[in-house]
Nanobody, 125 residues
Framework: VQLQASGGGLVQAGGSLRLSCAASGRTFSSYAMGWFRQAPGKEREFVGGISWSGGSTYYGDSVKGRFTISRGNAKNTVYLQMNSLKPEDTAVYYC???????????????????WGQGTQVTVSS
């Protein structure tokens, strides 16, 4: 399974970005997906996750109310809409797939078996 993340860039504080993550290759019949981020010198942080059906979502406390995760109709694409961005949102954002979890959203990085290459998000003040 290959995950390709895109959509990162430079934005001013208060602005918005939408990240996309597309799965290709040997895709599983169903799997939960998530977004994580890592800033320099910090641990990888859970941002948000979504179940296979899209019926369950869960967010990290630092992004609740500002970020929204969704899945495309084909289920193999996941989006992260980021609004009201803050300088502290600056990080490399990674998408990940958790084939062992279908309709449960997990926040633990070790539960995700496949990771994308990351896309840089920089928020200027």
């Amino acid at each position: 399974v290959q995950l390709q993340a895109s959509g990162g860039g430079l934005v001013q504080a208060g602005g918005s970005l939408r990240l996309s993550c597309a799965a290709s290759g040997r895709t599983f019949s169903s799997y939960a997906m998530g977004w994580f981020r890592q800033a320099p010198g910090k641990e990888r942080e859970f941002v948000g996750g979504i179940s296979w059906s899209g019926g369950s979502t869960y967010y990290g406390d630092s992004v609740k109310g500002r970020f929204t995760i969704s899945r495309g109709n084909a289920k193999n694409t996941v989006y992260l809409q980021m609004n009201s961005l803050k300088p502290e949102d600056t990080a490399v954002y990674y998408c990940a797939a958790a084939p062992r979890y279908i309709n449960i959203v997990t926040t633990t990085p070790d539960d995700y078996d496949y990771w994308g290459q990351g896309t840089q998000v920089t928020v200027s003040s």
